[in-house]
Every structure is written in C-alpha cells, then in structure tokens.
C-alpha cells in the first residue's frame, strides 16, 4: 500500500493557493505498518480558543522563522506528538486548503515507523488516534456533511472513531490522500478557493 501512494504521489501536481495571507501546513503521516498502515491524528484539547475537541492532524500556523511550509509541518508534529522529523520520510504534499478562517493550510504526506513512540503535548491536544487506513478505505463513514463554503454546498464524509467525529478540513484532506493515493472515488467536489484560482 505504501509504495503504491509513493507512486502516485510521485507523480501527482497538487493545486497551490497563494492569496498573500497566513499560512499553515500539518502532516499527514502514516505509518509503514505492512499491510494496513495507521493515519496519525489528534485531538485537540476542549480549552482551546480555535478548533477545540476537533481532531485534526499535527500541524500548525507557519511562524516568521520557518523556512518553508514543510519546515513547519515537522515543527509541529514534533511539538504536538514528539515526532521527530528524522523520523519521517517525506513522500509529497497534497493539494493547498483554506480553512474557515481564511488560513491557506498545505498537507504534506510522510511514513513514520510502525513503533514510534508519540506523545502528546497536554498543553494542545488530549490523546492521538492511530486509525487503519482500511477504516477509511471502507468508507465506514458516520454521516455525510453538507457544508456551505463561499457560495457553494460541499458533501464532506465525517467518520467516528473511538467516540470521536473527524469531518470539516481534516476528513477533506483525507478523502484526497484516499483518492490520490489508493483510487477510493469517494465523491468530493473542487473546493471554491480553488474554482477562482
């Protein structure tokens, strides 16, 4: 499964949004677990300010000092989950989103050892998921969002896994890697940020 996504990442040209604002990337990683791979995600801890109880994957707004957007992304796994980024191989990102409110987000796609320790940091997130890929995969999903988005109604697949919902930006991105990397034709329509691009 693994070399198969590394292929068709390989060759995929995600879309690219730069609307001059704030910038964030996460990482999708995955580990190289043979057979059915594990998704890595977390649960963002009820007091923040933004996105509180929401799972997400690690990541995070891009500080002056990051070089890049990847930069940031392993920034912020190793400081939300204590992934080193020695740790990660890098296969390739995926296409650029625009969050609620108005962060350009890039996920970037890497493979984490099968045995990696994460540990989260308490002060952001209250526990980390890892989810067979196989469960998406199946489209066990839990109900069907319809999202209304800058003139347009999204259909977005929102999962439940171990009493949490995974929807919004975060279930997006999935369905993507999913279809991208393992051809799943979960139904999803061309975000708005990109129509207009």
Avoid at 112 to 133: F, T
Wanted: net charge negative.
């Amino acid at each position: 499964m693994i070399n198969q996504l590394k292929q068709r990442l390989v060759r995929y040209a995600p879309r690219t949004l730069d609307n001059g604002g704030p910038q964030a990337s996460v990482l999708i990683a995955l580990t190289d677990k043979s057979g059915d791979p594990e998704v890595i995600l977390t649960r963002r801890c009820d007091h923040l300010s933004t996105h509180s109880g929401e799972i997400a994957f690690p990541g995070g707004k891009r500080d002056d000092t990051d070089p890049d957007l990847l930069f940031t992304a392993l920034r912020e796994a190793e400081e939300e989950v204590g992934l080193k980024p020695e740790n990660v191989q890098i296969i390739g990102p995926l296409g650029d989103v625009l969050s609620k409110h108005k962060l350009q987000v890039r996920p970037y796609v890497g493979i984490i050892p099968e045995g990696v320790e994460l540990i989260p940091n308490l002060d952001e997130l209250d526990r980390i998921h890892r989810v067979p890929l196989s469960f998406f995969l199946d489209d066990r999903r839990h109900h069907t969002d319809k999202i209304l988005f800058r003139g347009m109604t999204h259909y977005v697949p929102a999962y439940e896994f171990e009493g949490d919902i995974i929807w919004g930006l975060t279930a997006y991105m999935l369905v993507e890697l999913l279809n991208v990397g393992f051809d799943a034709r979960i139904p999803m329509k061309v975000r708005p940020e990109h129509s207009i691009c």
